[in-house]
């Protein structure tokens, strides 16, 4: 059996809303919630810019 990360978190939450094995260890509700919250922050991450992000990318085009 070969197994590979996910590439970002974006693809690591789908992965994890669809492993069955993980939501009968941990229960179905408890991964709908943490599935929930970690959208919630991945949402709020994009829609901030960072300082790196205004030095390199936005006082340099």
């Not at 994890?16 to 509700?29: H, N, Q, V």
């Amino acid at each position: 059996m070969s197994f590979q990360l996910p590439r970002n978190l974006d693809e690591g939450l789908t992965l994890m809303g669809a492993c069955e094995p993980l939501a009968e260890m941990f229960g179905e509700k408890f991964v709908r919630a943490y599935l929930a919250l970690k959208e919630t922050e991945y949402e709020a991450f994009f829609r901030v810019i960072s300082s790196w992000e205004r030095k390199h990318l936005l006082l340099h085009v």
